[in-house]
């Protein structure tokens, strides 16, 4: 497999304030995971009058630290800004709107930017609780006080997923498009293996020299990062389709087959990540199925 230039380094703390720009501040929240890595970033823009970027799951020791961060400069916030809608990374807008009326941002609610209805459910719970004042359509800027951010619409890891470049400083929040510790995860329903190469193709057309992702620490050569990106998910597929040259599968029999290196209680997310790029690979005729439309259960063949 294609060496992807990961980095694991976080030496900071949840609930510490790390200055990474002149504008851009983070908060990490105390929820590390294996899917978390150490906790969801919050990122705080500007001074004075402040952007909050992904306010995190609804864990209030964290928006009761970020009110106290602000309040010890006298800062408000002017907008709340969101990735997309998983769990643990937009149901704290709800927490802040105890101590704030700043009008919240996003793509739009979640399963909004869905291609199709699959007739199967994902694992994971979306935040449906979570819709927007105002949606930000792709290439949208939104003016903060000392700051500029343009929304870039990056469906794939979730349909209604949004990057955020920051202009002055040159470097996108890329929420959990692309994250420096781990591969992102593609779940469908929600999670769609087109769009998200797709969107990494997008990515790969931009100019920005950092990243500063949902979990973890910064990227900082973002084009190798995302070639090394695009480069393992074609092996992935070269390993799938390898396993049908044998004979049909299902899909724990390929994860089994594939996956000989990942620990077993990420198994079940491994399959999701097969699964994602088999829908991929029927769609565009590489992989067939009995099924019409295939899903989780379903038998794969070559054609
Ligand atoms: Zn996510």
Known sequence: MAEIPFNKEFPHKAGEVVVLTPRIRRLTCPNPSSFTFHGTNTYILGHGKVGIVDPGPPEQAHIDRLREVLAEKGETVSHIIVTHTHRDHSPGVQLMKAWTDAPTYGYGPHGVGARRNWPFAGPEGGDTSFNPDIRLADGEILQGDGWTLEAIFTPGHISNHLCFAVKEDDIVL?????MGWSTSIVSPPDGDMSHYMASLDKMLARGEHTYYPGHGGPITDPKAFVK??????????QQILDCLAHHPHHI??????IYINTPEHLHKAAGRSVLSHL??????GRVASPDDPPGPDSLYRLP
């Not at 724990?252 to 087959?257: D, L, R, T, W």
């Open 279 to 284: 829908l991929h690979m029927v769609e565009d």
């Open 252 to 257: 724990p029999e390929m994860v089994k087959e």
């Open 228 to 237: 090394a990106f695009i480069e393992h998910r074609g092996e992935r597929e």
């Open 174 to 178: 890329t929420g959990d498009h692309l």
